[in-house]
């Protein structure tokens, strides 16, 4: 199984950058994906993008695909989650996950308020 | 992209209860859904794969059926610890779009 610990709580202004880390650790070559889904209060959730652990391919969904950065560091087996010029509406919990959705990290919240 | 429709969005049932909420895709998807149970302040935790097939560990109340468009979370007896929020998600083609969420509450 692959354990999955995230960075802590944000507070970013509007237009600004927020950065998650993702640090995943045990069985990691069972799960080469990393998908990000993240969580506004009271919504379902929302998958935004994979990023894959081997090659460093990513697949952003469309609709973040123009300030969403998703990359993986293998000397330290971390997975990270940049997105830019945040908005209100981005204030949520953020979520890695492994590639079959079987295990979820402890999700970080970020809040982007003036 | 697919987009999911769970119902009912709520629903309150008693202890022993068989309570079932379906989830439909706007184009089909084979057996590629998901169901997960979210708690408050926790992450979803994935219930039933690939349509019908239970998680390790998951109580064997819990069941999945469905394939195509149409599909069902079935508790076929209703505990208290089973007071949480359900959703389904569909892993078939990216984006991989969640439903909206049923609240099941005990009476």
């Known amino acids: 199984q692959v354990q999955l610990v995230q960075s802590g709580a944000e507070v970013k202004k509007p237009g600004a950058s927020m950065k998650v880390s993702c640090k995943a650790s045990?069985?990691?070559?069972?799960?080469?994906?990393i998908h990000w889904v993240r969580q506004a209060a009271g919504q379902g959730p929302e998958w935004m993008g994979w990023?894959?652990?081997?090659?460093?391919?990513?697949g952003p969904a469309q609709r973040f695909r123009n300030r969403l950065t998703m990359t993986w560091n293998s000397s330290i087996d971390t997975a990270y989650l940049d997105l830019y010029g945040l908005r209100s509406d981005d204030t949520a919990v953020y979520y890695c996950?492994?590639?079959?959705?079987?295990?979820w990290g402890q999700g970080t919240l970020v809040t982007v308020s003036s | 992209d697919i987009q999911m429709t769970q119902s009912p969005s709520s629903l309150s049932a008693s202890v022993g209860d068989r309570v079932s909420i379906t989830c439909r895709t706007s184009?089909?998807?084979?057996?590629?859904l998901n169901w997960y149970q979210q708690k408050p302040g926790q992450a979803p935790k994935v219930l039933i794969y690939?349509?019908?097939t239970l998680q390790s560990g998951v109580p064997s109340r819990f069941s999945g059926s469905g394939s195509g468009t149409d599909f069902t979370l079935t508790i076929s007896s209703l505990q208290p610890g089973d007071s949480a929020t359900y959703y389904c998600?569909?892993?078939?083609?990216?984006?991989?779009?969640f439903g909206q969420g049923t609240k099941l509450e005990i009476k």
């Open positions: 184009q089909t998807i084979s057996k590629f």
């Open positions: 690939g349509a019908s």
């Open positions: 996950v492994t590639s079959q959705f079987q295990q």
């Open positions: 998600q569909q892993t078939y083609t990216t984006p991989y779009t």
């Open positions: 045990g069985d990691i070559f069972s799960s080469s994906d």
């Open positions: 990023v894959n652990s081997v090659s460093g391919n990513t």
